[in-house]
T-cell receptor, first 114, second 114 residues
Framework: DGGITQSPKYLFRKEGQNVTLSCEQN?????MYWYRQDPGQGLRLIYY???????QKGDIAEGYSVSREKKESFPLTVTSAQKNPTAFYLC?????????????FGNGTRLTVT | DQQVKQNSPSLSVQEGRISILNCDYT??????FLWYKKYPAEGPTFLIS?????DKNEDGRFTVFLNKSAKHLSLHIVPSQPGDSAVYFC?????????????FGKGTRLSVIA
């Protein structure tokens, strides 16, 4: 079955540590995205990538970094510079024309930083 | 500045009745609109979409209406079922300009009461 896999489902870290969230897709989609969900805030875009080795900042990129070395993979690193890292993180992918194929989401990673 | 607004954070509806979820947008360039449904601790799933050249799209119990002059769209669910209880996100995109990311509203939590 084609889909998007995010791992792990739950992640706990101490403040000051960097942490990397995994996202893999086997849908052969060119574009991949990272969103963050907070209560009452909806889905806010962190980073997105339309092609391997290229990515763009979204609305809330500060404190995050990404890489896109392979088409299938788009890991997100939450750095110690992110002031409020505790959140539910969602990875998504799509074809280059979203209208032809709506965004497909993974099941998310809940990160808790204490 | 929020380009996609869902002004009702929550909505309760009796089972069997109609649920109407509303969404307003400010960017007149948006030409494609989508609704996503999200259960807790899961990723959003695509529900229904509408192009700006249409004013209505129907899929089973779900109908989306678009009023371009008012920059307003609504999702109707009839009859509502307990399994429809979820958070519903409205999203929009300027499809004609290429693969710009979806812009999401903050979501409306629908509770269908048996």
């Amino acid at each position: 079955d084609g889909g998007i896999t995010q791992s792990p489902k739950y992640l706990f870290r101490k403040e000051g540590q960097n942490v990397t969230l995994s996202c893999e897709q086997n849908l052969n989609h060119d574009a991949m995205y990272w969103y963050r969900q907070d209560p009452g805030q909806g889905l806010r875009l962190i980073y997105y990538s339309q092609i391997v080795n290229d990515f763009q900042k979204g609305d809330i990129a500060e404190g995050y970094s990404v890489s896109r070395e392979k088409k299938e993979s788009f890991p997100l690193t939450v750095t110690s510079a992110q002031k409020n890292p505790t959140a539910f993180y969602l990875c998504a992918s799509s074809t280059l024309r979203v209208g032809n194929s709506p965004l497909h989401f993974g099941n998310g990673t809940r990160l808790t930083v204490t | 500045d929020q380009q996609v607004k869902q002004n009702s954070p929550s909505l309760s509806v009796q089972e069997g009745r109609i649920s109407i979820l509303n969404c307003d947008y400010t960017n007149s360039m948006f030409d494609y609109f989508l609704w996503y449904k999200k259960y807790p601790a899961e990723g959003p799933t695509f529900l229904i979409s509408i192009s700006s050249i249409k004013d209505k799209n129907e899929d089973g119990r779900f109908t989306v209406f678009l009023n371009k002059s008012a920059k307003h769209l609504s999702l109707h669910i009839v009859p509502s079922q307990p399994g429809d209880s979820a958070v519903y996100f409205c999203a929009a995109i300027v499809r004609i300009s290429g693969n710009t990311p979806l812009v999401f509203g903050k979501g409306t939590r629908l509770s269908v009461i048996a």
